[in-house]
């Protein structure tokens, strides 16, 4: 799941600390802030559905004409 081409984009907000702190992270562990996130957000999702017992299931996404 997670060795497909990256194509997908999200934005978000944090403090200058909490991004201060990745930064950090990200070079002792020679990789990119983005990777870090990445890797982050796959461990979480992994974990999530450890506890819960079974994988989280697709959701369709609406097109834009389905959205109107």
Sequence with gaps: MYDEV???RIAFRL???VRRK???WAREEHRT???LVFALVCQAIDAEEQQRGH???PVP???ERESR
């Design 22 to 24: 990745l930064a950090l």
């Design 33 to 35: 802030l983005a990777n």
């Design 55 to 57: 994988a989280f299931e």
């Design 6 to 8: 990256l194509s997908e």
């Design 61 to 63: 996404v609406p097109t």
């Design 15 to 17: 403090t200058p600390e």
